[in-house]
């Protein structure tokens, strides 16, 4: 026979196991993340597929860079000296600074932009080039363009 309190109890427990498997599947957020080079020994804790190729890379557990501080994303555009087609992502004031003192801390070191559980791009930039917005696509098939140019579109303005 059940009484209330065991329902009342009942019903926590299940609360609190939903709330568990949601936060265990839980998708990583969007954002601008180190790429990490785990170790022989060292299994990669946060490991996403790029949205071309469907290579996996290994992630810093957070991003350095949140959704909220990319700012917009450009149409695809084409550039006739070098015959090839990009798109800029320009960030936030807050993200300029976060990423420019991240390239400057850590030279050498590879960023990924991650747009709902995809890696969309990996990039480095050079520790002496302060810059406000990533280039991306330059030397691409259009096609890939436009996929992540539609990836970026879901979570950029």
């Known amino acids: 026979i059940l009484n209330y309190t065991n329902l009342t109890c009942l019903a926590c427990s299940s609360t609190l196991c939903f709330l568990l498997i949601a936060f265990l599947n839980q998708e990583p957020a969007s954002g601008i993340y180190i790429v990490a080079n785990p170790g022989k ?17 290994c992630l810093s557990r957070k991003p350095i860079i949140t959704i909220e501080e990319l700012e917009s994303v450009t149409d695809i555009k084409y550039q006739p000296k070098i015959e090839s087609h ?7 004031t807050k993200g300029n600074q976060t990423l420019n003192t991240a390239i ?18 990996i990039f480095t930039v050079e520790p002496e080039t302060y810059i406000d917005f990533i280039r991306i696509g330059i030397g691409e098939e259009l096609t890939d363009l436009k996929l992540v140019h539609s990836a970026l579109k879901e979570i950029i303005p």
């Open 86 to 92: 990009y798109l800029d992502v320009r960030f936030s």
């Open 41 to 57: 020994k060292t299994s990669c804790e946060n490991e996403l597929k790029m949205l071309i190729g469907k290579a996996k890379v």
């Open 104 to 121: 400057r801390s850590l030279p050498q070191t590879k960023f990924a932009l991650v747009s709902r559980n995809e890696v969309v791009c």
